[in-house]
């Protein structure tokens, strides 16, 4: 095939093609209709393989295309190189088919993931979500269990960031919640409030930033309490006194009332990782809109005027 080099705009499949389909005919005008060609297409095609060869490949009549022996000996490789192309075209559009197997955080809701994956359909590409905490996404990706996943990572590694505050039942009338004003003893009348902190968020760079927040402004050690999942974290809110960290979009969900933190400011970060070998830049070009409307960072806080706590 290495004489096909030299001829600039020769399309080597499309011109086999056309002589297979011809051949296997005896006809021009039925091989090009086969072919979805053109006659005069089919036949420029065949005029441009046989020049190029130096051949006739076939014996041309006013009603038929017959043989010539030299295109009877063509005629086998043509045919697998036809048939060669035809099986990558179709390896290629089913490698396009296939689901991207994404891992994602337990966060997103019903609503929220419906939306990615049917954007993603219009967009040519089939999800299959997982959803999973932190540490299990992570092991998701490296046992290759997914082709992708949405880490969680420190905001200044993020490619998309959601903001986190407190919040709760009760409208607090300040603009920010300060963990100081939770101290016991000091305008925090009856048990001891509590903030609850989902799995999504007991990550090192988030847990342990509220960890000292907590013991720098004197609170008890079991005023901090790592949830074991959102529901169990989220009934202990709307039954008591007690605070969710939590997105703006989580709040709005479950009816809290959101705030930023006072003292420190706290995100989720999320970065696509995808398996060994992979490359998540195809997958984040086409929906990365799509992942930060899932994720919440286009929701905007809700932080009603009043005066800081």
């Keep these: 095939m290495r004489i096909w080099h030299r001829v600039p705009g020769v399309d ?36 441009a393989l046989e020049e190029r060869f130096g051949e006739q490949l076939f014996e041309r009549t006013s009603r ?33 088919r296939k689901p991207w197997r994404l891992a994602v955080p337990g966060i997103c809701s019903t609503a929220g993931l419906a939306r990615l994956v049917a954007e993603a359909r219009g967009h040519g590409v089939t999800l299959d979500l997982r959803v999973a905490a932190p540490a299990q996404r992570l092991e998701l990706l490296h046992a290759q269990q997914v082709r992708a996943a949405l880490l969680a990572v420190p905001a200044d590694e993020a490619t998309w960031s959601v903001p986190l ?14 963990l100081e004003t939770l101290r016991v003893g000091r305008a925090c009348p009856g048990p001891a409030r509590r903030v609850w902190i989902q799995p999504e968020d007991d990550v090192p760079h988030i847990r342990d930033p509220l960890t000292l927040l907590r013991d720098a402004v004197g609170l008890r050690p079991a005023q901090l309490v790592a949830a074991t999942d959102l529901t169990t974290a989220a009934a202990e809110v709307l039954c008591s006194r007690d605070l969710l960290l939590c997105s703006p979009a989580q709040a709005a969900e479950l009816a809290l009332k ?52």
């Design 165 to 178: 505050g407190l919040a709760g039942v009760q409208e607090p009338g300040v603009r920010r919640v300060y």
């Design 258 to 309: 959101w705030r930023p933190i006072g003292e420190l400011t706290l995100s989720r970060g999320f970065a696509l990782a995808a398996a060994a070998g992979g490359n998540p830049q195809h997958l984040e070009g086409r929906l990365g809109g799509a992942i930060a409307r899932c994720l919440g960072t286009d929701t905007q806080p809700d932080t009603t005027e009043g005066a800081e706590a």
């Design 12 to 47: 080597l499949v499309g011109v086999c093609r056309a002589f297979v389909s011809v051949s296997e005919r005896g006809s021009f005008t039925v091989g090009a209709a086969a072919a979805r060609m053109s006659q005069s297409v089919a036949s420029r095609r065949v005029a």
């Design 64 to 96: 038929r295309a017959v043989l010539t022996p030299f295109g009877r000996d063509m005629l086998p490789v043509a045919r697998q190189l036809v048939q060669a192309a035809d099986v990558l075209l179709h390896e290629a559009e089913a490698a396009k």
